[in-house]
């Protein structure tokens, strides 16, 4: 495809049309990269939330009073929003590759830096530059996009940030454990324990960064680098107007309210469960840990489910099934997040939490089934925005848990906001000619899918003929 030809971002050739059956062959750049960015987004998360569920010791050790832990969770997650509107133009800039490594690489840096906090402000301060790793979102979904076909680009999308969302459930409970191997086991006092725990976590993401530079390539076929030398992409003054030309479809701000509403809660969630279990609950700093996880732990098929069932119902019904599918998981995170609000014993909490879990994550898929298809001459601008219309939306729903109102109280209104934007889905629509271009993607994708699979079928046949010939001296006739 020629770069007249307007060849960018979704419209790059040779993309995997399989996961599943290709998941562990690893030699595919393709399958290669989904590892490598869900891993990565998985650390990110991990260091991004790593500092949450150890709160109490910190708020013990600074002093900082409920209104100050409200600000430090609406810190954690503002400066993503700026950073994810960055990133996605620097993705579709210098490709994927470099916008993660040198993310990686400088997010590193306050990951570590918070050790060194000895007041609030200081804390806040690391606590707001740690929220800029929250871009790697925006570049796992864009690698993803960029490798895989229509026909599993939203399961592709869908689990490689699911997977990567599972750092903020894992971060729960392997942080208290971290923070009392260094205290229990080293001997280190609480207020150096939780310090080096996060240096550790820092160093993690710095290797991550160098390994993904060199175990990964923007696109099938290259570095975006090559292919724009070889006339396959646009070229780089190209990507601020296709840029800003995204920004003006009302599709995207759509999409970036519906994601403020599942993601949104989600980073909210993260932020203050593990506080919310031991106020609310009794119990431990463990213990709250490893309650406050299952909602994380739900990524680990959750999304995923979200992303399969978009690409379900876009082979079914078109551009239009995505955004039907994207409706219903909304509209039931919304009626479970009312009745989570008003558990007030464990045994019926947590359920209604993993219930409420399983379909904010699902939506979080759903919505990322239908990104790849708004502007594919701008895919990073359209996942930046939308990406940033998560944190756009913890950063409101931050408010609620600045101690004004019960938590509850706050949970419950959250509950009836997302059943709200639910219905915001509808709006979310394509032209008959997209339509109808798409649902040929679709089936082209699927047909080479189909050849792979009748290629290994007459693989393994002319294998057997060869052993029946083997073992009766001829050979039969095919």
Known sequence: MSAKDGGTGMELQNKATALWSNFLNVKMVQIRTFHMTWFAFFACFFAWFGIAP???VVRDELGLTPNQIGWAIIGSVSMTIFARLFIGWLCDRIGPRKSYTWL??????PVMGIGLAQSFETFLLFRVLIGGI??????TQYHTSVMFAPNVVGQANATSAGWGNLGGGVTQFVMPLLFSVMVVGFGFSEAVGWRLSMVVVGIIIFLIGIAYYFLTQDAPDGNFDDLRAQGKMEEKKKVTGNYMNALKDPRVWVLFVIYGACFGIELTVNNVAALYFMDYFDLSLVAAGFVAASFGLMNLFARTLGGIFGDNFGSLWGLKGRAFWLFICLFFEGCALMVFSQMHVLFLALPALIVFSLFTQMAEGATYSVVPFINKKALGAVAGVVGAGGNAGAVLAGFLFKNVIDWSQ????????VTCASFLAFAVRFSSKQEDEERANFAAANIETLKAKAARANAALDEGLEAIASKGGTKPAQ
């Open 134 to 139: 929250g871009a790697s979102f925006v570049i």
């Open 410 to 417: 706050a949970f419950f209104i959250l509950g009836i906001v």
């Open 54 to 56: 150890l709160m109490s």
């Open 104 to 109: 990686l690489i400088v997010g590193s840096l």
